[in-house]
Nanobody, 123 residues
Framework: QVQLVESGGGLVQAGGSLRLSCAASGSIFGFKTMGWYRQAPGKQRELVATITMGGSTNYADSVKGRFTISRDNAKNTIYLQMNSLKPEDTAVYYC?????????????????WGKGTLVTVSS
């Protein structure tokens, strides 16, 4: 069974930094694309950054130049280095991974989600 476990969230002052980690397991096919999404209370979940197995990255405009996503394919782990944090970055950050799952012997690409880790940025 695929599992994604996030860690690294916490409380930080504006201008500070945090590093999030997401360890993925349970897929014999690996994880093609992994990424970070975030959701603040009363708001929709939004993309923060994604990264492919080959290292191609995409970032939301709001975090470009401040956040860096990376991955260690050997460990099936991704990271999000967050610098120059702002109060508006406060949210629950979720790890997402795309992987192949077998249903009755047939492959399907499925999105998997972690349970989230809370990041709070104080002003």
């Amino acid at each position: 069974q695929v599992q994604l476990v996030e860690s690294g969230g916490g409380l930080v002052q504006a201008g500070g930094s945090l590093r999030l980690s997401c360890a993925a397991s349970g897929s014999i096919f690996g994880f093609k694309t992994m990424g970070w999404y975030r959701q603040a209370p009363g708001k929709q979940r939004e993309l923060v950054a994604t990264i492919t197995m080959g290292g191609s990255t995409n970032y939301a405009d709001s975090v470009k130049g401040r956040f860096t996503i990376s991955r260690d394919n050997a460990k099936n782990t991704i990271y999000l280095q967050m610098n120059s944090l702002k109060p508006e970055d406060t949210a629950v950050y979720y790890c997402k991974a795309d992987s192949t799952t077998l249903y009755s012997g047939s492959p399907f690409v499925v999105d998997y989600w972690g349970k989230g880790t809370l990041v709070t940025v104080s002003s």
